[in-house]
Structures are given as structure tokens and as C-alpha cells.
């Protein structure tokens, strides 16, 4: 069997590693315009420091990253977050707040820390506590995110707290962004518990009572990261193919399915360094056809619809239908000594109301210590995404003054910066608006007549890391399976 995998990011990569496993005497290349492999996952080491280009740590309650990690042998380098700064801060009025105690994501844990923060009113306080008392919505109709805070918080809770940290994640409009597709847990604990801080307080106290009782095991912190940083992941994955399965500083042009049933893909060598005296149409090696059996699809989803444009239609519209917003991420270096005041955090979201160019910003040397030398401070600061569209294309003569002075209003830096490192990914981060679960079970269904074909990638079921190494998993399996009939 012949297999083509267009993408070299994680989800690519993870489908290819797959695939060696379950039918180990398939040929496979991975095409990717890049002249590396990792799609955004970029690490950059700078003068001691080490800088994540896009994201710089994975969620460990989902298993996927963490599991694959250790199949890699790279369990020993899965570093945890500082449990001294596991907190993060909410700009108000332009002055830093700590987030309440035990507020996770859209709901509190805790209603002391609630009754007690600068950040909301007393009526915007008052009003969260009824939420112990608004009828339950039973039904498993979607709604946007800010439909779902207001009913069940308030305005004050959504705009100052929710909306900022749902936006540092997603990017995304709370208006459209659906409830169903990126956190439904919350509306389950509503129809099951009537409340989502009656819920909580009951999870905190079950997750008490299974730590207790847990003996023996690792325990990680809910993020974590990899020393010698996430491209370390990528490039793992790719020593485990065979060396001539990678094709990277190849874009895919064309792709279309004959009559016969095989995939034809089209390339041309693009990158820093292309190889002129190579054919710009069609895929040429010594031990491989330009025919493919099978083809999955690892780019970012609208590539993915071009591409699809000519063989499946259908599927191309369908896949059109999902948005992608661009970010910005600005990487500053500091002497310590010009940090003056001393965080008790891993970083701070912006809420909109506060009409700032920024998104959110991470403390990155304070999360994790090893990514700076001893007297230094490295700061992460984000921006664009649905908010400011145009931030995310702005070039970095512009976009470096403007992020850097909005920083300094808020964290009071003395100084100019030992150096800014900037990286731009446009298009990159898929929008679930409301009603997009539909969108992905329509989808679904038409690929899943198919068994030559399959999706891969962060447009379907969660933008983390692990999500996307999941996708790239069971689209390696559809195709296994059918070859294995």
C-alpha cells in the first residue's frame, strides 16, 4: 500500500507513526510545504532561553500526549508546571487581579474567593450566587458561549472572567462560539446537577477523595511541557518513520482520485530551498509512484477543502464551512531586575471591555524555570485571533512597539527588552461556532464511505495538542482497517 499524509504538523505526524504500527509494510510520505516537520510547533533556543513558537505546553487530562510521550521515550523530559505560580491573573481597569480561587474556566469551586475579588461588582457578585438558583436548561441544543455565562452568571462574570479566558484559548467571538463543541462538560453538569457551582464543589470534593485514596503512580499537574521543548515531540516522531517517508519543502498543488479508485498528488518544491532541477507536477521518486492508495488530510482545514475541491466536492463545502482566525505571539527576554513587581502567576488574560491589543500574555520562565537563564524573565504576550484579525498580519515593526508598550502599562517593565522573538500563524485556528458539532457529524459522514480517505487536524474535536495526536491516531486506523479486511 501506498499512503500520502499532506501535513507534517503534529496530527501528521502522529497518523504516519501510527500507520508504521499497524501496517508496518506500507509506504507513506509525508508532504509538507516546510522545510521541517511540526507545522506550528516550533522551538527556538536564543542565548539560554527557550521559546515555544505557538504552544508551549499540553493538557494532561487527556492522555494522548502524555502517552505518546512516553512511547517515545520521552517520559523522563515531561516537565510540570511550578506549583508556586499556579495562578493566573485578570487585567481590570488596566491593573493586574489573581483570578478567584478555584474558578475554572466558567465556574467557581469555591464562593469565598468570589464574594471577596476586586473584579466584580456586588451586584455582579450577588448575581453569580444565583446561579445556585436559575432553572436548569435540559435539552441538548447548542448555544454560544456567552449565551450559556450570561443565563447561568451574568454579564459581569462573563465579560470579566469567562470571556477573557475562553478567548485565550480559542480565539474565538463568544457569540458564536459554541458551548457543545469546546466545553460541553458544563452544560452536562447543568442538566445533571441543576448548578454549575453545586457541580463543581461535588467534583472538587470527588477529586479529594480519589488523590486521597490513589497509592501509587505518577501524578502530573493539568499542563505540561517538554524540556528540551515541544519540537522535540515532532522530530521523535519523525525519526521513527523510514528516512525517505518525509518530504518536507514540498507543497501538495493538486490532488484528485481516479477512476480506479487511487489518489494522485500533485507537488512542487517550494521552501527556502527548493530543488529546481525537480519536476514541478506530479510526485517522482526512485521507489514510489505518484499513485496513493489512500490519502489522509493533516492540513489546516481550509487547505484541506481546496485540495478536496476537485475529487469531493461534498466534502470541500462542508469543510469550507469551518473559520480560522490568525495569532500573533510576541516572545520578550528580560533582566529579572527589570521586572519590579514580583507574580504569583503563570500569566494574565485581558478581557475585551478593555480595548487592549493584547489576548492574553504567559510568564513563560516563571511556568516552567528551565526556559531562561538564572536572572531572567521571558514573557510570551499574544494577540489577534477574532478580536484584532489584523494584528495576527501585522509586521513585526509595527506589531513589536505597539504589544510592547500595552505590556508595560500592565506589568510595569522598566527597560527595552534583551531581544523580541515574533511569530505570525495566520489561519490557523479553527472556529466552532455554534451548530459546529453538526458540521463535523455531516462531515464524518461524508468520509466515512470512503475508506481510501481520512481527516486529520485540529478543526474537528479540540485545537490541544493531545486532541490533534488523537485525530491523527484514528485516521491512521480507518485507513488500517481497510486495508486489513
Given at each position: 500500500m501506498n499512503i500520502a499524509i499532506i501535513g507534517a504538523g503534529i496530527s501528521g505526524l502522529s497518523a504516519a507513526y501510527r500507520l508504521r504500527q499497524l501496517v508496518p509494510d506500507a509506504t507513506i510520505r509525508v508532504f509538507d510545504r516546510m522545510n521541517r516537520c511540526g507545522g506550528v510547533l516550533e522551538t527556538l533556543n536564543r542565548d539560554g532561553f527557550q521559546i515555544e513558537q505557538s504552544a508551549d505546553n499540553f493538557i494532561t487530562t487527556i492522555p494522548y500526549?502524555?502517552?505518546l510521550c512516553k512511547e517515545l521515550g520521552l517520559g523522563e523530559q515531561l516537565v510540570q508546571t511550578n506549583p508556586s505560580v499556579r495562578r493566573t491573573y485578570v487585567v481590570r481597569r488596566g491593573r493586574l487581579h489573581l483570578l478567584p480561587d478555584g474558578f475554572?474556566?466558567?465556574?467557581p469551586t469555591k464562593l469565598l474567593p468570589i464574594v471577596?475579588?476586586?473584579?466584580?461588582?456586588?451586584l455582579g457578585k450577588l448575581r453569580a450566587g444565583l446561579e445556585l438558583f436559575i432553572p436548569a436548561r435540559k435539552d441538548n441544543l447548542d448555544e454560544s458561549m456567552a449565551h450559556f455565562v450570561r443565563r447561568r452568571f451574568g454579564h459581569e462574570v462573563f465579560e470579566r472572567l469567562v470571556e477573557p479566558l475562553v478567548s485565550g484559548v480559542y480565539a474565538a467571538d463568544m457569540e458564536k462560539l459554541s458551548v457543545l463543541a469546546t466545553l460541553p462538560r458544563f452544560r452536562e453538569m447543568e442538566r445533571n446537577d441543576g448548578s454549575l457551582i453545586r457541580a463543581m464543589q461535588k467534583q472538587l470534593a470527588a477529586n479529594r477523595?480519589?488523590?486521597l485514596a490513589?497509592?501509587?503512580g505518577a501524578r502530573y499537574s493539568m499542563f505540561v511541557t517538554l524540556r528540551n521543548g515541544l519540537a522535540s515531540l515532532c522530530n521523535a516522531l519523525a525519526a521513527k518513520l523510514p528516512p525517505d517517508s518525509l518530504q518536507t519543502g514540498r507543497e501538495v498543488t493538486k490532488t484528485w482520485k481516479t477512476a480506479e479508485g487511487q489518489w494522485i498528488i500533485e507537488?512542487?518544491?517550494c521552501g527556502s530551498q527548493p530543488t529546481p532541477d525537480l519536476p514541478t507536477i506530479s510526485v517522482i521518486f526512485a521507489v514510489q509512484p505518484k499513485h496513493f492508495d489512500a490519502v489522509i488530510f493533516a492540513t489546516p482545514i481550509h487547505e484541506s477543502a481546496r485540495l478536496l475541491k476537485d475529487s469531493v466536492p461534498k466534502l470541500a463545502d462542508k469543510l469550507a464551512e469551518i473559520q480560522h482566525e490568525g495569532t500573533a505571539i510576541a516572545t520578550f527576554a528580560f533582566n529579572?531586575?527589570?521586572?519590579?513587581?514580583?507574580?504569583?502567576?503563570?500569566g494574565f488574560v485581558v478581557p475585551k471591555t478593555e480595548q487592549s491589543p493584547i489576548l492574553a500574555g504567559s510568564f513563560s520562565s516563571l511556568k516552567y524555570e528551565h526556559r531562561a537563564p538564572k536572572g531572567k524573565f521571558l514573557i510570551r504576550i499574544f494577540a489577534g485571533g477574532n478580536r484584532s484579525p489584523e494584528l495576527a498580519e501585522l509586521s513585526d515593526?509595527?506589531?513589536r512597539p505597539l504589544l510592547l508598550t500595552e505590556m508595560r502599562k500592565i506589568l510595569k517593565i522598566d527597560g527595552e527588552p534583551l531581544f523580541t522573538e515574533i511569530s505570525h500563524w495566520s489561519r490557523t485556528m479553527p472556529q466552532y461556532h455554534v451548530g459546529h458539532c453538526e458540521l463535523v457529524r455531516e462531515i464524518e459522514s461524508l468520509t466515512s464511505s470512503d475508506p481510501t480517505l481520512a481527516l486529520a487536524g485540529n478543526a474537528f474535536h479540540g485545537v490541544g495538542i493531545p486532541n490533534c495526536i488523537q485525530s491523527g491516531f484514528q485516521a491512521a486506523e480507518k485507513l488500517a482497517a481497510s486495508f486489513t479486511k
Open positions: 500526549g502524555v502517552t475554572l474556566m466558567m465556574a471577596v475579588t476586586p473584579i466584580l461588582s456586588p477523595a480519589a488523590n490513589e497509592q501509587s507537488t512542487k518544491p529579572a531586575e527589570q521586572i519590579k513587581p514580583f507574580f504569583h502567576g503563570m515593526d509595527r506589531l
